[in-house]
């Protein structure tokens, strides 16, 4: 697989909000909010700003759960876990 320059790799974030409060974290520059469930939500960065966007995560009261290079894997490990 090839990653191209200029698009760059991603980084997939699960992580879990006590509150279903979302607002903070639409309001990061630097990260996407891209599925919201429940209380889970995950959000979407560069592979350069991952440890960032998890130290942030976790700080405003966040708890992330897992990280990935696909959206995809992180919706089935969320399903996986609501299952159980």
């Known amino acids: 697989m090839v990653v ?14 006590p509150n279903k409060n979302f607002e903070f974290v639409k309001k990061l520059k630097f990260v996407k909010l ?3 469930k429940d209380n889970y939500g995950i959000v979407k960065c560069r592979h350069t ?17 897992k990280t ?10 969320l ?6």
Not at 4 to 17: A, N, P, T
């Open 34 to 36: 891209s599925f919201s």
């Open 68 to 77: 990935s290079g696909t959206i995809k894997k992180l919706k089935k490990f």
């Open 49 to 65: 700003d991952k440890e960032k966007v998890i130290d942030y995560l976790n700080k405003a009261g966040y708890k992330t759960i």
């Open 79 to 84: 399903i996986n876990l609501s299952q159980s």
């Open 4 to 17: 191209k320059d200029k698009v760059g790799r991603h980084r997939y974030i699960l992580f879990f909000s």
